[in-house]
């Protein structure tokens, strides 16, 4: 039965030492996330409050049939502010705690919805970019990546040397998931013994199908999230409420206080 503080039969902090006694006894962890942990980071999800999607229609612009009937629309409204606002987020808490706990031998592999490469800038080494990354663009004529800093915008669509558009190397939806990400990230999320799932609404298929490839394979589901999910009481054995920066900065802490890691 997942346990939660809502339920009044834990405070919050016990709940965290409990996740942490968990995941200090663990073989191998995973974590699963989404849009939410980058909210600190000044990076707005996609959906619920102050969601991208309050604003502007997903199938509108989000979609690689929008993009490529008109390039120029997408840009204007989704990428260029995309740019500009991930070139100018920095790793929260709770990425710098997720790199701690890789680094306290504890969290393996990061299977990832988000874009943003804050994963990697925080020191993560085994990021699994289910989604692709907004980092790079490819040339939609002659295949030539280029980098998305160097990229000028004075010209929208943004071009190639050769003239074609270029377009970002996520995954747009009605796009496949790279083969290579999905087969991965289902072998991780099999051989998982606990599966953090941070700050993802568990809505967006094939990623939120990971935490039931680990339940199923018997690992312990620890979601972080300041709203329930449908994965809440189905799935998750423990739902710890609260915005991720500060939730995972007490779990870390607590983790290091049972490995007795010198502050
Ligand atoms: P989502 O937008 O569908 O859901 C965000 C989730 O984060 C919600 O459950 C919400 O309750 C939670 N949340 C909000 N603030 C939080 C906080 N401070 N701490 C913890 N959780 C918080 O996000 P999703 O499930 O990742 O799916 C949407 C898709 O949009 C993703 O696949 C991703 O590719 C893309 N996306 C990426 C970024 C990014 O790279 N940062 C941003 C927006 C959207
Ligand atoms: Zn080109």
Redesign the pocket.
Same mark, same amino acid.
């Given at each position: 039965m997942i346990e939660s503080v809502e339920q009044g039969n834990k405070t919050m902090n016990d709940l965290i030492i409990k996740a942490a006694k968990d995941l200090a006894g663990a073989k191998s962890v995973a974590a699963l996330?989404?849009?939410?942990?980058?909210?600190?980071?000044g990076?707005?999800?996609?959906?619920?409050?102050g969601?991208?999607?309050e604003t502007i229609d997903p199938m509108e612009y989000a979609h690689i049939n929008a993009f490529m009937e008109n390039p120029e629309k997408v840009w204007n409204v989704l990428l260029r502010g995309l740019k500009e606002i991930?070139e100018q +987020?920095k790793p929260n808490d %709770?990425h710098k705690g997720l790199a701690k706990l890789e680094k306290l031998g504890i969290l393996k592999t990061i299977i990832?919805?988000?874009?943003?490469g804050?994963h990697q800038r925080a020191g993560n080494t085994d990021v699994i970019e289910?989604?692709g990354n907004?980092a790079w663009h490819r040339c939609l004529d002659c295949n030539k990546r280029c980098e998305t800093l160097k990229i000028d915008l004075k010209e929208i669509p943004p071009r190639c040397e050769c003239g074609g558009i270029l377009r970002p190397e996520?995954?747009f939806f009605g796009e496949a998931i790279p083969s290579y990400s999905l087969m991965r990230s289902q072998e991780v999320a099999s051989e998982c013994d606990i599966m953090l799932v941070?700050?993802?609404? +568990?809505?967006?298929q094939p %990623?939120?199908f990971m935490p039931m490839i680990a339940k199923e394979s018997g690992a312990k589901i620890i979601e972080?999230?300041?709203?329930k999910?449908p994965l809440t009481g189905r799935i998750s054995d423990y739902l710890l409420m609260?915005?991720?920066?500060q939730?995972i900065n007490k779990l870390t802490t607590e983790v290091e206080k049972l490995l007795e890691v010198p502050s």
């Open positions: 996330t989404g849009a939410g942990i980058s909210v600190e980071s990076i707005p999800p996609f959906r619920g409050k969601g991208i999607w991930i +987020a %709770a990832t919805q988000n874009i943003d804050l289910f989604h907004f996520f995954v941070v700050g993802t609404s +568990a809505i967006v %990623a939120a972080v999230n300041p709203e999910t609260g915005k991720a920066g939730i």
